[in-house]
C-alpha cells in the first residue's frame, strides 16, 4: 500500500451511514481515500512528508453537502443591505438608515434578511422606510424571500398604486384606502421587475466566492443550488459559475437547478435539456452539472400562501376561504414532470403544505405510472407539513425527503405567523422527520441559506432535538419526530451526494471516494443532544487539501511527518 499524503488518527471515524468507527485510521493518497485501517496498523502508512493529523478526540466526517440552497442570491446579499443580523424590527431600520448613509451613491438600495415576525402581521409598512430613505428606492427582501418590503418611492417609480391588483401568484399587503401598505408576498414582489436594476455580473461573480468562503467553513464541500435562473430579481448565478470553472476558483461540487417559470409552459422542459447538455458538453460535470430542474409548487405557511388541503383560519379562529396557491396547475405539473423524467432530468420541488406535498407526490406517480422505474431521484423540499395520508408515498415513488430540520422547532415566526392560522391538529403534522423516516423515506439534508444559517450542526441539533437552543418548548410535532443523530448527519452527507448523483465518490468515507472531509471538535457522539449546537468544524479538506481550518496560520493538530512512525 503506498504511503499517504495525508493520515487522519486519533479520532472516531462516521463513514456516511451509521455509527462510527472507533480505534481506525484514514489514509488518504492523490486527494482521495486510499485506506481505512486499524490505528495500530496505521504507522505502516506514514512516510517523509506526510501529513498526520491528530484528531485528538475530533470525529472526521465525509464533508457535508447541502441539498437546498442560494448561495449566490446569499453571497450577494452579503455584499449589500444586509438585515440577516438584526434582532427587531429597530436594529432592521438602523441597519437601512447606516448602509443607506454609507453608501450615498447607489440609486437604489438592494438586500435582504429582514424577519417577519418582527414586524405586526410579519408585513412592514413603507413609512418607516419613507422616515430613513425618503428620496432613493428601496426594495428588500424577507429572510425567506417569499416577500418584499418597498418604500413609496419604489412603487411610484414602478407605477404600484391602489389600482394595482394582486397577481395570480401574489398577494399586496394593503393600508384601508387599498394603497399598498409596503409588502409584496410571492409573485407581487415581481411588480418592480422593470423598474428595479439587475445585479452587476461583476457583483455575482463576488457573491459566489463570499458564499463559498462562508459555506466551506461551516464544512460544506458540495451543494445544490435550488435556483439557477432568474426569480423577483434573484440574479441568475449561470455565468458566475462557469467563469469560476474556467478560472479555477469553484472549489466544490455543485448541482444547478434550473428555474421552472410558472407563467411558461411545458416547452421548458426541451430547453432545460438542450442546456444541460451544452454544460456537459464543455466537460464541466464532474464540478457543476445542470441536470435538475427545480419547480416551485407553492408560497409560505407565515404569509399564507403555503397550498393546503384545509383552508386558513383568521385572527379570531374562523376558517377564512383562503387555502395558499398552487403555482403550477396539478396537470400541467404532471405533465412536466413526467416529460423531464423521460429525459433524464431530476425534479426538485418546493412543497411546504400538505395540498403542494401531494400535488408533487401525484406528479411523480403520474411520470412512474409513465416511464417506469428511473434513477431521477426526485426530491420534494421544506415539507413542513404533510398529510398523514402521504408520509409512506415517499418510499413507494422513490421520492426523496428534502429537510430544513432548522425550522422544526418552535420560535416565534412559527408560534406567532403560522400555527394560530392553521386548523387544529395541524401543529402535529410540523415536519414529520421521524415518521418519514419510519417509513422507509431517503432523507437529505438542506438549509435553504439565506433564508436561515447555512450551518449543518445547528439544523442537526433540531433534527435530533427538536428543539432550538435557549427555548424552553416542547418538541414541535411530539418527540417521535425526533431523529437519532447518525441518521440526521447521514441526511447532510451521504443523503444529499444521493440526491446530487455524487454518492459514488462523496458523501462516504471509502477506498477510492474523494477525501472531501471536515473535522468536527467536539465529537457530537460524545456530547448530550442538547450541546449538539457547540460542535463546530475545526477544519475543511476538498479532495486531500485543507481548505479551511478554525486556526488562521495552521490546520489544528497537523504536523508535517519526517518519520515513519506516529506519536500516541
Given at each position: 500500500?503506498?504511503?499517504a499524503?495525508?493520515?487522519f488518527?486519533?479520532g472516531?471515524?462516521?463513514?456516511?451511514?451509521?455509527?462510527?468507527?472507533h480505534g481506525?485510521a484514514v489514509a488518504?493518497?492523490g486527494?482521495?481515500?486510499?485506506a481505512?485501517?486499524?490505528?495500530?496498523?496505521?504507522s505502516?502508512?506514514?512516510?517523509?512528508?506526510?501529513?498526520?493529523?491528530?484528531?485528538?478526540?475530533?470525529?472526521?466526517?465525509?464533508?457535508?453537502?447541502?441539498?437546498?440552497?442560494?448561495?449566490?442570491?446569499?453571497g450577494?446579499?452579503?455584499?449589500?443591505?444586509?438585515?440577516?443580523e438584526?434582532?427587531?424590527?429597530?436594529?432592521?431600520?438602523a441597519?437601512i438608515?447606516?448602509y443607506?448613509a454609507?453608501?450615498?451613491?447607489?440609486?437604489?438600495?438592494?438586500?435582504?434578511?429582514?424577519?417577519?415576525?418582527?414586524?405586526?402581521?410579519?408585513?412592514?409598512?413603507?413609512?418607516?422606510?419613507?422616515?430613513?430613505?425618503?428620496?432613493?428606492?428601496?426594495?428588500l427582501?424577507s429572510?425567506d424571500?417569499h416577500?418584499?418590503?418597498?418604500?413609496t418611492?419604489?412603487?411610484?417609480?414602478?407605477?404600484?398604486d391602489?389600482?394595482t391588483?394582486?397577481?395570480?401568484?401574489?398577494?399586496v399587503e394593503?393600508?384601508n384606502?387599498?394603497?399598498?401598505?409596503?409588502?409584496f408576498?410571492?409573485?407581487?414582489?415581481?411588480?418592480?421587475?422593470?423598474?428595479?436594476?439587475?445585479?452587476?455580473?461583476?457583483?455575482?461573480?463576488?457573491g459566489?466566492?463570499?458564499a463559498?468562503?462562508?459555506?466551506?467553513?461551516?464544512?460544506?464541500?458540495g451543494?445544490?443550488?435550488?435556483?439557477?435562473?432568474?426569480?423577483s430579481?434573484?440574479?441568475?448565478?449561470?455565468?458566475?459559475?462557469?467563469?469560476?470553472?474556467?478560472?479555477?476558483?469553484?472549489?466544490?461540487?455543485?448541482?444547478?437547478?434550473?428555474?421552472w417559470?410558472?407563467?411558461?409552459?411545458?416547452?421548458?422542459?426541451?430547453?432545460?435539456?438542450?442546456?444541460?447538455?451544452?454544460?456537459?458538453a464543455r466537460?464541466?460535470?464532474?464540478?457543476?452539472?445542470?441536470?435538475?430542474?427545480?419547480?416551485?409548487?407553492?408560497?409560505?405557511?407565515?404569509n399564507?400562501?403555503?397550498?393546503?388541503?384545509?383552508?386558513?383560519?383568521?385572527?379570531?379562529?374562523h376558517?377564512?376561504?383562503?387555502?395558499?396557491?398552487?403555482?403550477?396547475?396539478?396537470?400541467?405539473?404532471?405533465e412536466?414532470?413526467?416529460?423531464?423524467?423521460?429525459?433524464?432530468?431530476?425534479?426538485?420541488?418546493?412543497?411546504?403544505?400538505?395540498?403542494?406535498?401531494r400535488?408533487?407526490?401525484?406528479a411523480?406517480?403520474a411520470?412512474?405510472q409513465?416511464n417506469?422505474?428511473?434513477?431521477?431521484?426526485?426530491?420534494l423540499a421544506?415539507?413542513?407539513?404533510?398529510?398523514?395520508?402521504?408520509?409512506?408515498r415517499?418510499?413507494?415513488?422513490?421520492a426523496?425527503?428534502?429537510?430544513q430540520?432548522?425550522?422544526?422547532?418552535?420560535?416565534?415566526?412559527?408560534?406567532?405567523?403560522t400555527?394560530?392560522?392553521?386548523?387544529?391538529?395541524?401543529?402535529a403534522?410540523?415536519?414529520?422527520?421521524?415518521?418519514?423516516v419510519?417509513?422507509?423515506?431517503?432523507?437529505?439534508?438542506?438549509?435553504d441559506?439565506?433564508?436561515?444559517?447555512?450551518d449543518?450542526m445547528?439544523?442537526?441539533?433540531i433534527?435530533?432535538?427538536?428543539?432550538a437552543?435557549?427555548?424552553?418548548a416542547?418538541?414541535?410535532?411530539?418527540?417521535?419526530?425526533?431523529?437519532?443523530?447518525?441518521?440526521?448527519?447521514?441526511?447532510?452527507?451521504?443523503?444529499?451526494?444521493?440526491?446530487?448523483?455524487?454518492?459514488?465518490?462523496?458523501?462516504?468515507?471509502?477506498?477510492?471516494y474523494?477525501?472531501?472531509?471536515?473535522?468536527?471538535e467536539?465529537?457530537?457522539?460524545?456530547?448530550?443532544?442538547?450541546?449538539?449546537h457547540?460542535?463546530?468544524?475545526?477544519?475543511?479538506w476538498?479532495?486531500?487539501?485543507?481548505?479551511y481550518?478554525?486556526?488562521?496560520?495552521?490546520?489544528?493538530?497537523?504536523?508535517?511527518?519526517?518519520?515513519?512512525?506516529?506519536?500516541?
Amino acid at each position: 500500500m503506498p504511503v499517504a499524503d495525508v493520515l487522519f488518527t486519533g479520532g472516531a471515524v462516521f463513514t456516511g451511514t451509521g455509527e462510527p468507527l472507533h480505534g481506525h485510521a484514514v489514509a488518504v493518497t492523490g486527494g482521495r481515500i486510499a485506506a481505512i485501517v486499524p490505528e495500530n496498523e496505521a504507522s505502516a502508512l506514514v512516510g517523509e512528508g506526510t501529513r498526520v493529523v491528530e484528531l485528538g478526540g475530533a470525529l472526521l466526517s465525509p464533508g457535508f453537502q447541502d441539498a437546498h440552497i442560494h448561495p449566490v442570491g446569499g453571497g450577494v446579499e452579503l455584499l449589500q443591505c444586509n438585515l440577516t443580523e438584526a434582532e427587531s424590527a429597530g436594529e432592521a431600520v438602523a441597519t437601512i438608515a447606516a448602509y443607506a448613509a454609507a453608501n450615498p451613491d447607489e440609486p437604489w438600495i438592494l438586500g435582504g434578511g429582514w424577519s417577519m415576525d418582527h414586524f405586526p402581521g410579519g408585513a412592514p409598512v413603507r413609512g418607516l422606510l419613507d422616515a430613513i430613505v425618503p428620496d432613493r428606492p428601496v426594495l428588500l427582501v424577507s429572510r425567506d424571500h417569499h416577500s418584499a418590503w418597498a418604500n413609496t418611492l419604489a412603487m411610484r417609480l414602478a407605477g404600484i398604486d391602489a389600482e394595482t391588483a394582486d397577481p395570480v401568484d401574489g398577494r399586496v399587503e394593503r393600508e384601508n384606502d387599498g394603497h399598498p401598505a409596503g409588502t409584496f408576498h410571492e409573485g407581487a414582489a415581481d411588480l418592480f421587475s422593470d423598474v428595479r436594476p439587475g445585479t452587476d455580473p461583476e457583483l455575482v461573480y463576488r457573491g459566489l466566492l463570499r458564499a463559498q468562503d462562508e459555506l466551506i467553513a461551516l464544512g460544506i464541500t458540495g451543494w445544490q443550488d435550488a435556483l439557477i435562473g432568474t426569480m423577483s430579481g434573484v440574479p441568475d448565478a449561470l455565468d458566475a459559475y462557469l467563469r469560476a470553472i474556467d478560472e479555477g476558483t469553484l472549489k466544490v461540487h455543485v448541482v444547478g437547478a434550473q428555474w421552472w417559470e410558472r407563467s411558461r409552459g411545458i416547452e421548458q422542459v426541451d430547453e432545460m435539456i438542450r442546456l444541460r447538455e451544452e454544460i456537459r458538453a464543455r466537460g464541466h460535470e464532474e464540478r457543476f452539472s445542470l441536470a435538475t430542474t427545480k419547480i416551485m409548487v407553492d408560497g409560505v405557511a407565515e404569509n399564507q400562501t403555503a397550498a393546503m388541503l384545509t383552508p386558513y383560519r383568521d385572527g379570531h379562529g374562523h376558517d377564512t376561504h383562503n387555502h395558499g396557491l398552487s403555482f403550477v396547475d396539478p396537470e400541467l405539473l404532471a405533465e412536466a414532470v413526467t416529460a423531464l423524467d423521460a429525459a433524464g432530468q431530476q425534479v426538485h420541488f418546493h412543497a411546504l403544505g400538505d395540498r403542494a406535498v401531494r400535488e408533487a407526490l401525484d406528479a411523480v406517480a403520474a411520470a412512474r405510472q409513465a416511464n417506469g422505474p428511473s434513477d431521477g431521484r426526485h426530491h420534494l423540499a421544506h415539507l413542513q407539513i404533510v398529510a398523514e395520508a402521504e408520509t409512506a408515498r415517499f418510499a413507494e415513488l422513490d421520492a426523496i425527503a428534502n429537510i430544513q430540520a432548522l425550522w422544526a422547532t418552535h420560535e416565534d415566526q412559527i408560534d406567532e405567523l403560522t400555527l394560530p392560522f392553521l386548523q387544529e391538529g395541524q401543529e402535529a403534522r410540523q415536519y414529520p422527520f421521524g415518521e418519514l423516516v419510519a417509513r422507509g423515506a431517503r432523507l437529505a439534508g438542506g438549509s435553504d441559506w439565506p433564508v436561515s444559517t447555512a450551518d449543518p450542526m445547528a439544523e442537526i441539533h433540531i433534527a435530533v432535538t427538536r428543539v432550538a437552543p435557549g427555548i424552553d418548548a416542547e418538541p414541535l410535532g411530539g418527540a417521535h419526530q425526533r431523529l437519532d443523530l447518525a441518521t440526521a448527519l447521514a441526511a447532510y452527507t451521504s443523503g444529499t451526494a444521493y440526491v446530487n448523483h455524487r454518492d459514488h465518490d462523496t458523501g462516504h468515507i471509502r477506498e477510492g471516494y474523494l477525501a472531501n472531509l471536515v473535522v468536527l471538535e467536539p465529537d457530537p457522539f460524545t456530547v448530550p443532544a442538547e450541546d449538539l449546537h457547540r460542535t463546530t468544524v475545526a477544519s475543511t479538506w476538498i479532495e486531500g487539501e485543507p481548505v479551511y481550518s478554525r486556526q488562521a496560520d495552521a490546520l489544528p493538530g497537523t504536523t508535517p511527518s519526517t518519520e515513519p512512525s506516529l506519536t500516541a
